[in-house]
């Protein structure tokens, strides 16, 4: 089910837009024009393909322990031999 309220109506009863979007997406207009959409978390996982994001990741707590191999390039850029 979608539910449509304005930018106005979500101001004044987010509490409202959080319990529609668990039904379906919720449209939030601005002048009259759909502006943003609000989704269950679940719902945005299921969109998105549920990809693990590189800011996600660099997120995480303890992350700063790890450690990470970046191999060195020998190959490096040289210019072109153009006739």
């Known amino acids: 089910m979608v539910t449509t309220l304005t930018s106005r109506q979500f101001n004044q009863d987010a509490g409202k837009a959080k319990k529609a979007a668990e039904n379906g997406p919720v449209f939030i207009t601005d002048r009259g024009r759909p502006a943003h ?42 210019a072109a031999d153009i006739p």
């Not at 303890?62 to 190959?75: F, H, K, Q, T, V």
């Open 37 to 78: 959409v609000l989704l269950s978390y679940d719902e945005y996982k299921k969109i998105s393909g549920n990809r693990t994001k590189i800011a996600d990741l660099l997120a995480m707590p303890g992350i700063a322990g790890m450690e990470l191999d970046i191999p060195s390039l020998n190959d490096l850029a040289q």
